[in-house]
Nanobody
Framework: QVQLVESGGGLVQAGGSLTLSCVVSGRFVRINVMGWYRQAPGKQRELVAK???????NYADSVKGRFTISRDDAKNTVSLQMISLKPEDTAVYYC?????????????WGQGTQVTVSS
């Protein structure tokens, strides 16, 4: 059973910063891609940033230059450093991991962590 647990959300003023973290636990061969998505009220879930085990990172245009995604494969963690936060960044942020098991590769999600940016 693979589990993802996020931490680091909260309330921050516009212009402030937050760092989200996610740890992946369970039995698996490796984690291919790790990423962060977000869902604001009344909107669809959207990609924020993702980072493969090999290759370049990918960011949504709206967060480029403000957010930085990183991963630590020794600890099975992915982090999202967010600076210069804007009220439009308010959303529930979800950690995602594409995990390779012994028989198949599957997508897993965390439970979500709320980020609220006040103006």
């Amino acid at each position: 059973q693979v589990q993802l647990v996020e931490s680091g959300g909260g309330l921050v003023q516009a212009g402030g910063s937050l760092t989200l973290s996610c740890v992946v636990s369970g039995r698996f061969v490796r984690i291919n891609v790790m990423g962060w998505y977000r869902q604001a009220p009344g909107k669809q879930r959207e990609l924020v940033a993702k980072i493969p085990s090999i290759g370049s990172t990918n960011y949504a245009d709206s967060v480029k230059g403000r957010f930085t995604i990183s991963r630590d494969d020794a600890k099975n963690t992915v982090s999202l450093q967010m600076i210069s936060l804007k009220p439009e960044d308010t959303a529930v942020y979800y950690c995602n991991a594409e995990v390779m098991g012994w028989f198949r590769t599957s997508d897993y999600w965390g439970q979500g962590t709320q980020v609220t940016v006040s103006s």
